[in-house]
């Protein structure tokens, strides 16, 4: 039988073992970071759907707030207008109603500027006492 020279007395895993200990290692590495990764990026996404909850529900109290402002806007419109259709109901003689409508036009002015009344209603309303 021949035998090999370089065979001799050989200790450790050699090149190809040395190789493959290093790829199962740098594989070992890379599927550790990923796995890391990915749950950082899971808990960033829990959190910044918490963030947008808590952000969804601030959001709808400043809505019930500002519909709640519109209605009693809408409330207050409705008692003027209630309030100017009686005053209309027992209108003085026309000689006197002059001032009454000045007053009227700029309490309707006034509505408008304060955000009570939009373009549509202050024209329907102006229309209606110039009628």
Known sequence: MMRRRGMVGRRG???VGTMATAAVIGGTAAATSHAVDRR???K???KQQ???AQYAAMQSQEDMAAMQA???AMQAQQAQMAMQAQMAAAAPP???AKPDLMAQLQQLAQ???AGAL???EYAAAKAKLLA
């Open 13 to 15: 895993p050699g090149l």
């Open 40 to 42: 950082m990026n899971r």
């Open 44 to 46: 960033d996404a829990e």
């Open 50 to 52: 918490a963030s947008d």
């Open 70 to 72: 519109q209605m009693e």
């Open 94 to 96: 026309p000689a006197a």
């Open 111 to 113: 509505l408008k500027e």
């Open 118 to 120: 939009t373009d549509e």
